[in-house]
């Protein structure tokens, strides 16, 4: 399965975010994804993964002060096959462009699968804080751009 990261200019809620954004299991993300309607702005930066021209995950980006928080949000027929890593990589990329320092994202107590998530993230080098944040220092991108 090829992959396509593509960023949304001005992203707006769509049928597609309410599908595997709005559409995840309760306590998974933010009650306010299962309010918003067709044609909504969102906030932060969003970069849409397709697979055939499909609609697969999403990556979000929000940076403050140095640091960005991030979301992932994988189709659920597509868990397991790749898409997160690619969503990870890429917006640990888009970090580093912006020179930012660390990636943070919370996985909510409410998770029905936070366990499971949270070794996923540890296993690509976030951290737990002392406030509860996983964290991922950012690495610069080589002078050759690699």
């Keep these: 399965m090829s992959l396509t990261w593509i960023h949304e200019q001005t992203p707006r809620w769509d049928a597609d975010k309410a599908r595997i954004v709005g ?14 309607r067709r044609g909504d702005l969102v906030a932060g930066d969003w970069w849409r993964v397709e697979a055939d021209g ?31 890593s690619f969503i990870l990589e890429h917006l640990h990329d888009e970090a580093a462009r912006r020179g930012l320092n660390y990636l943070t994202n919370v996985v909510r107590a409410t998770h029905p699968h936070a366990g499971r998530v949270t070794a996923w993230l540890s296993a690509r080098g976030f951290r737990g ?3 509860g944040r996983l964290m991922c220092a950012v690495s610069r991108p080589r002078a050759d751009g690699k």
């Design 54 to 84: 499909r609609v697969v995950g999403y990556g979000w980006l929000d940076a403050c002060w140095g640091d960005a928080e991030i979301l992932l949000a994988v189709d659920n027929e597509q868990r397991a096959g790749g898409v997160g």
């Design 129 to 131: 804080s002392d406030d």
């Design 23 to 36: 559409g995840a299991e309760t306590g998974i993300f933010d009650s306010r994804y299962r309010t918003l």
